[in-house]
């Protein structure tokens, strides 16, 4: 049974620090993995996509990378800043279903 | 913003009653979904649809249906609610033709569902 684990839990940073928020898995069977960000009490807004043939994806100041054969990927955050505070989620493709991780929620300070 | 909309947003209602919530979409994705979120579990898929009146069961249907009579609706219904059914949940979308495996999914605002 797939599983997904993201690490740390939570993390505080000052602002201006570039952050790394890991995402593992289990099962390397995978068709793509995605990024997204909740705000307390919104829904979830997509960050990134990474098909499984693929090494990384960037989009403004996110980078994120996929290491199918090792299950893990990372999501890079450049020069973070207060309005990033949210909680991040990697969820995976797997046969038929997206499986989420429960995230890492991220306050960046002033 | 992908053109997701939810409604009731926020439902507080008795156990035993039947509750409906609805999915509207604007982008003529062909994939829908359904998740309950809850603390200590994560996302779950409770229900997907693929193409009008086709739809599949998720990781935790029990005590849920869905329908979908249009492209554009996807309706969830829980017959007869539980308290432990008490949850935020949140509707996707996904691909506007092909392989669902393919695509983002584009989530809805969310309704947040109380079972007294």
């Known amino acids: 049974k797939q599983e997904v684990t993201q690490i740390p839990a939570a993390l505080s940073v000052p602002e201006g620090e570039n952050l790394v928020l890991n995402c593992s898995f289990t099962d390397s069977a995978i068709y793509n993995l995605q990024w997204f960000r909740q705000d307390p009490g919104k829904g979830l807004t997509s960050l990134l996509l990474?098909?499984?043939?693929?090494r990384e994806q960037t989009s403004g100041r996110l980078n994120a990378s996929l290491d199918k054969s090792s299950g893990r990927s990372t999501l890079y955050i450049a020069a973070s800043q207060p309005g990033d505070s949210a909680t991040y989620l990697c969820?995976?493709?797997?046969?038929?279903?997206?499986?989420f991780g429960t995230g890492t929620r991220l306050q960046v300070f002033p | 913003d992908a053109g997701i909309t939810q409604s009731p947003r926020h439902k507080v209602t008795e156990t035993g009653t039947p509750v409906t919530l609805r999915c509207h979409q604007t982008?003529?994705?062909?994939?829908m979904y359904w998740y309950r979120q809850d603390p200590g579990h994560g996302l779950r898929l409770i229900h997907y649809?693929?193409?009008?009146?086709?739809?599949d069961k998720g990781e935790v249907s029990d005590g849920y249906s869905v329908s979908r009579s249009k492209t554009e609706d996807f309706l969830l219904t829980l017959e007869s609610a539980t308290s432990s059914q008490t949850s935020v949940y949140f509707c996707?979308?996904?691909?506007?033709?092909?392989?669902?495996?393919?695509?983002?999914?584009?989530f809805g605002p969310g309704t947040r569902l109380t079972v007294t």
């Open positions: 649809s693929y193409g009008v009146k086709d739809t």
């Open positions: 990474i098909q499984s043939s693929q």
């Open positions: 982008e003529n994705h062909r994939y």
């Open positions: 996707a979308i996904s691909g506007p033709t092909g392989l669902r495996s393919s695509y983002e999914q584009y």
């Open positions: 969820a995976v493709f797997d046969t038929d279903k997206l499986i």
